[in-house]
């Protein structure tokens, strides 16, 4: 007896399995199709960055091999190219190869290109904190006192290994500028840091000593 009620459980639940699928098949292949052509993008756009970006690398590489055979200024268009790629690796390089052989001027087109890395393309933190640092370095020379604050302050405000320098350039700015008090509150707080870097913090008693002493 409990044979055949097993049996016939059996059929019953083996039927509702198939009714299911008989009136479901429409759905069923569709989610299927749909699973099958997300699966199809997600491999061809892996493929297409790769694509891109040895297409990227081959870009840059060539650029420099053409500048150092003295092709110097043939390759900025070039070189631009790659940073508005705004590729994770390759616009970093083909920024500060540009700007570290003065093949841009440009103080405007500059920061943009420091914006784009610092906001585009997905630096680590770490990168990120380094480039704003180089960002707020370069304009340190003719920028005024809320530009470069507005620059350093995401430094100055967050636990970056980078807030004492960035502190410190801001008290030699106010030294420069004869805002005396400004820069001591500054010196002072490098001063005061944990964890800080000892360097920095040396430069900082010294100037505390050397321009603020009575």
């Known amino acids: 007896m409990d044979e055949d009620i097993e049996i016939i459980n059996t059929q019953t639940r083996n039927e509702k399995i198939k009714n299911f699928f008989i009136n479901n098949k429409n759905s069923l292949i569709s989610i299927l ?5 997300a699966l199809i993008g997600y491999f061809s ?25 003295d092709n110097k200024y043939n390759v900025i268009p070039d070189l631009k190219e790659v940073i508005n790629a705004k590729d994770k690796t390759y616009s970093p390089l083909a920024f500060y190869f540009l700007l570290d052989n003065d093949l841009i001027n440009s103080k405007d087109e500059i ?27 370069y304009n ?13 302050n ?13 502190l410190y350039i801001m008290a030699e700015y106010y ?4 805002q005396m008090q400004k820069s001591k509150e500054f010196f002072e707080q490098i001063v005061s840091l944990e964890n800080n870097n000892s360097k920095i913090k040396t430069k900082a008693q010294k100037r505390l000593r050397s321009s603020f002493s009575e």
């Not at 920028?143 to 350093?152: C, G, K, T």
């Open 45 to 69: 756009f892996e493929e297409y960055q790769s694509s891109k970006r040895e297409k990227l690398a081959d870009k840059y590489d060539l650029a420099v091999i053409r500048y150092e055979a």
């Open 111 to 137: 920061n943009n290109y420091f914006d784009i890395l610092i906001n585009d393309i997905g630096l680590d933190k770490k990168f990120k904190e380094l480039t704003i640092f180089k960002k707020g370095l």
């Open 154 to 166: 995401p430094l100055i405000k967050a636990d970056s290994i980078w807030k004492p320098h960035s």
């Open 175 to 178: 030294l420069s500028k004869n």
């Open 33 to 37: 199709v749909i699973i099958i052509l």
């Open 140 to 152: 340190s020379d003719f920028s005024d006192e809320n530009e470069l604050l507005a620059i350093f």
